[in-house]
């Protein structure tokens, strides 16, 4: 029975049921919980200083009104981490190449940046639909285009996750296969193509990381504009 490459990103089913919903929740577990006691263990100490440093450099170009998205932000990075990081794991599904999922993050987060900035400074947020020293024949169409652009930023986050973890995954299958039907007839470059695989499973490892970190970047900034 012949497979396609695209059975990998179709959601699992048990019983009729989409175990997406597990795939979610399950990195919670793996987080080792900090403790009451004063010393901690190595794992939960160098985990405490990834997670402050990154806040800390996050939250450098906020104002203290912007401080109050640490946690959600942090959350959200971790979690995207964790998610893409099991994703690559053999017989595994990874639930943020769904589009779906991705721009269940987006949107929201997205529209609660908007919505802080026309409540807080609406003068400053509509703005940034026309840009100073605009000429006045262009200032149609200059928020014409500020406008569409401002409201593909969710779309963008979303498409760029999906697409970036995606293309991944398809790379390791095809070299994957590549490397099972060259070895019993050109064993030398199957073994040259499996390194191929090792490099890029490397590389697939730092897109993983890259990409949830440039997903929460980017929220930082469109929420470093509004407020």
Same mark, same amino acid.
């Given at each position: 029975?012949?497979?396609?490459?695209?059975?990998?990103?179709?959601? &699992?089913?048990?019983?009729?049921?989409?175990?997406?919903?597990?795939?979610? $929740? =399950?990195?919670?577990?793996?987080?080792?919980? *900090?403790?009451?006691?004063?010393?901690?263990?190595?794992?939960?100490?160098? @985990?405490?200083?990834?997670?402050?440093?990154? $806040?800390? @450099?996050?939250?450098? &170009?906020?104002?203290?009104?912007?401080?109050?998205?640490?946690?959600?932000?942090?959350?959200?990075?971790?979690?995207?981490?964790?998610?893409?990081?099991?994703? =690559?794991? *053999?017989?595994?599904?990874?639930? $943020?190449? @769904?589009? !779906?999922?991705?721009?269940?993050?987006?949107?929201?987060?997205?529209?609660? $940046?908007?919505?802080?900035?026309?409540?807080?400074?609406?003068?400053?947020?509509?703005?940034?639909?026309? *840009?100073?020293?605009? &000429?006045?024949?262009?200032? *149609?169409?200059?928020?014409?285009?500020?406008?569409?652009?401002?409201?593909?930023?969710?779309?963008?986050?979303?498409?760029?996750?999906?697409?970036?973890?995606?293309?991944?995954?398809?790379?390791? @299958?095809?070299?994957?296969?590549?490397?099972?039907?060259?070895?019993?007839?050109?064993?030398?470059?199957?073994?040259?193509?499996?390194?191929?695989?090792?490099?890029?499973?490397?590389?697939?490892?730092?897109?993983?990381?890259?990409?949830?970190?440039?997903?929460?970047?980017?929220? !930082?900034?469109?929420?470093?504009?509004?407020?």
């Amino acid at each position: 029975m012949m497979v396609s490459f695209f059975d990998q990103f179709a959601s &699992p089913l048990y019983l009729g049921i989409p175990l997406i919903a597990i795939a979610i $929740t =399950l990195p919670w577990v793996l987080y080792p919980t *900090p403790s009451s006691r004063w010393i901690n263990n190595r794992l939960i100490t160098v @985990q405490g200083w990834l997670i402050n440093r990154f $806040t800390n @450099q996050l939250m450098l &170009p906020l104002n203290m009104g912007g401080h109050k998205w640490a946690l959600l932000l942090v959350s959200l990075m971790i979690f995207l981490i964790t998610i893409n990081m099991l994703g =690559l794991l *053999p017989y595994t599904f990874t639930p $943020t190449t @769904q589009l !779906s999922l991705n721009m269940g993050f987006a949107v929201p987060l997205w529209l609660a $940046t908007v919505i802080i900035g026309m409540r807080n400074q609406p003068t400053v947020a509509l703005g940034h639909l026309l *840009p100073e020293g605009t &000429p006045i024949p262009l200032i *149609p169409v200059l928020i014409i285009i500020e406008t569409i652009s401002l409201f593909i930023r969710p779309l963008a986050l979303g498409v760029r996750l999906t697409a970036n973890l995606t293309a991944g995954h398809l790379l390791i @299958q095809l070299i994957a296969t590549a490397v099972f039907v060259l070895l019993p007839m050109m064993p030398t470059v199957a073994i040259l193509t499996a390194t191929v695989l090792f490099l890029l499973t490397l590389l697939e490892i730092a897109v993983a990381m890259i990409q949830a970190y440039v997903f929460v970047l980017l929220l !930082s900034l469109y929420l470093q504009e509004n407020v």
